[in-house]
């Protein structure tokens, strides 16, 4: 094995191969220090390998796949009843499924670990990012190579501007683009594209905003259910809950101060088509207020659009019946008055429920206790039909079923107990004459008188209850930013593209400037070649493409060719055949051959003549 240290190599002391503490030295003191960089140097491989990209996708991977048994397996904090019924029917995987603490997966230990190791890597992976994105911010652009056309793209021109106006119109030209400049000798050098680290920064930012936010979330949140009959009211403090449960770090003093009441409640429902009597509107009119002496304000809750105060939430849930009745006791007396709240069984709003008189006295004036239990239908279908069933959720023919009970209700005992069942243990049922159960069918008005004297039961009423859910949730709003922040940071790395642009301008052996412009990416990219194809085109406006002198010189002597000399030209009022006479200054060339006779004019051997001169 290699030795990993790079500790120098000490005289006398034993070598520890593969090890990070390097040679031990004997004696304790030797000892102590290998064993010190030891443990250092394991420290320092742990933490490279948790800062590293791969670990942290490995993590990421991890809590997603952690995450997965708390969405098939009950959870104690968001459904108890149905995570009982899952442990009763499966005796042989709860105790596993106890033991690896699935039933509460986000608040386990092995949870709850991935989840602190996530965050460590991220924080370490930011920081050293962070300090050298600093840097290069901090840095000019890199000088221009010696060789720009082995870049990616490449392209050169000679112009006749000088080399100091070609690059000053670079520099103008690049900064106008955005790039960061820097010119140095004969070259100026760019560039552009830092949002792209940015971009990476601010995504693994907004990942750890966005566990602060739903670590905070779970620690300090609240939630509880409320049902509110008409007219009643709700004060948010414990004992007001239906239901209740909070985080670990939750307090009741973290409780919003507010509270609130129904006035009425609409309801509405779709006529026709397949969606027939399913609901369009669910609206809860309220007063509400904040504080102990605040307001009252009104306003209303609908099913997608609750009531916020503080970090509070206000949800509508549900809706039903209250009956409302009245019981006189044997004696006479009032008993019990008021609406019960009656719990839907189905859509169309057919619903049971318990009635409970717990100070009664009989009609011999011994105190009892008498429970009621039956159905509320809000649109019974009448005698003809075949079924008790309500035959839509509208309140159109309300009828309530009861059947009365006397005996020890069980509220005494100390022991929780639901409003919603009648145990009927200590109980014995009402009989008829005939013997048989006692058991009324009863409309708005109607009444049920018991047996033997022992009092009256009238249906007065009905009012309608809603059932709200009371959120407090913090860190909602850190949540949302931190997932845009990671939806824009996403983009800029991935469509962001980091490149170099260079442009150097050299006079050329024929005294004219050679212009050169090079580009290279950071990462592959086919816009590289057509952005530098765009800012050459436009840098050519100020360093304009030069005439190459070969074409000028040919050019000429097209021109020449095409034009006969007004000196040569043939005279007009000549007649065919005469002999033209030479120019004076023809005569005075050395090198001049008098022109033939005949119909030429001479302008071959001029043309001759020019070109030998030449």
Known sequence: ?????????????????????????????????????????????????????????????????ASIPGSLIPQNNVDVIKAKDFKARHEVLTPIYEKLQMFDVYTSVWFSAI?????????????????????????????APRRLNGMPAYTTWRTDAEPEEVLGAARTMLARK?????????????????????????FHIALIVLLLAFAAGELWKSEGGKLVVQGDGFSNTLTQYDDFKSGSLFGAKDLDSFGFRLNDFTAEYKKEGPDAMTPSLYKADIS????????????????????????????????????????????????????????????????????KVPDYKNAKGHKEQLGFQGFFVPHFGGSDAETMFSQSPELENPVLFLTAYRGDLGIDSGLAQSVYQLDTKNMKQFKTEDGGPLAQKMLPGDSMKLPDGAGTLKFEGIKQWANFQISHQVGGSWALGGSLAAIAGLAGSLFIQRRRVWVRAVTGADGRTVVEMAGLGRSESARLPVE????????????????????????????????PDEDTAPDQDAAPGDDVAPDENEKADDTAEPAPTGTGTGTDDEDTSRGERQ
């Open 1 to 65: 094995m290699s030795q990993l240290s790079t500790a120098p190599a000490v005289e006398g002391a034993q070598a520890v191969p593969g090890s990070f503490g390097g040679s031990r030295k004997p004696g304790a003191l030797g000892r102590l220090a290998w064993t010190g960089r030891e443990v250092l140097g394991w420290c320092r491989w742990f933490w490279r390998q948790l800062t590293s990209m791969r670990v942290a996708l490995i993590l990421l991977l991890l809590l997603s796949l």
């Open 115 to 143: 989840y602190i190791l996530l965050f460590v890597s991220l924080a370490g992976c930011i920081v050293p990012r962070t300090w050298q994105f600093v840097g290069q911010l901090r840095a000019r652009p890199p000088r």
């Open 178 to 202: 955005r790039f960061r400049v820097h010119a140095q000798g004969d070259a100026v050098a760019s560039e552009k594209g830092y949002l792209r680290e940015a971009g990476n920064l601010m």
């Open 288 to 355: 509400y207020w904040e504080g102990v002496d605040g307001k009252e304000k009104k306003s209303d809750i609908t099913m997608n659009h609750p009531l916020e105060v503080g970090d509070s939430k206000v949800y509508l849930l549900a809706h039903g019946f209250a009956p409302v009745v009245t019981m006189t006791d044997g004696e006479g007396k009032l008993a019990y008055r008021g609406p019960v709240a009656f719990i839907p069984q189905d859509t169309n709003l057919t619903s049971s429920g318990v009635i």
């Open 532 to 563: 530098l194809g765009d800012l050459a085109h436009e840098l050519r406006a100020d360093a304009p493409l030069a005439t190459e002198p070969d074409a000028d010189a040919a050019a000429d002597d097209a021109a020449a060719d095409e034009t």
